[in-house]
């Protein structure tokens, strides 16, 4: 089983960035998928989320608006597009598969900075 995340990086306020997670060795569209992230000194908290077949999607307040989750189950392969970064958004942001088993990527660090 393997999540690769990717497409992290550093980025000015206001810019933007597509983070991707490649899946494998699992069955893909079976799993609800999510984004969770973590800031230095701080609890992993979760971002966005979407269900399996990519019917529903949830966020943290603090993204809304700003953020955007979708799927390609044909791909495996689920992204956060982050638009208008804010410093704040800084942290490592990792993806995860909810299903029978729960399952982790290593992370991906964002940075948002002038």
């Known amino acids: 089983v393997q999540l690769v995340e990717s497409g992290g990086g550093l980025v000015q306020p206001g810019g933007s960035l597509r983070l991707s997670c490649a899946a494998s060795?699992?069955?893909?569209?079976?799993?609800?998928m999510s984004w969770y992230r973590q800031a230095p000194g701080k609890k992993r908290e979760l971002v966005a989320a979407?269900?399996?077949?990519?019917?529903?999607?949830k966020y943290a307040d603090s993204v809304k608006g700003r953020f955007s989750i979708s799927r390609d189950n044909a791909k495996n392969t689920v992204y956060l597009q982050m638009n208008s970064l804010k410093p704040e958004d800084t942290a490592v942001y990792y993806c995860?598969?909810?299903?029978?088993?729960?399952?982790w990527g290593q992370g991906t660090q964002v940075s948002v900075s002038s």
């Open positions: 995860n598969a909810l299903d029978e088993y729960d399952y």
């Open positions: 060795g699992f069955t893909f569209s079976s799993y609800h």
């Open positions: 979407i269900t399996s077949v990519g019917g529903t999607k």
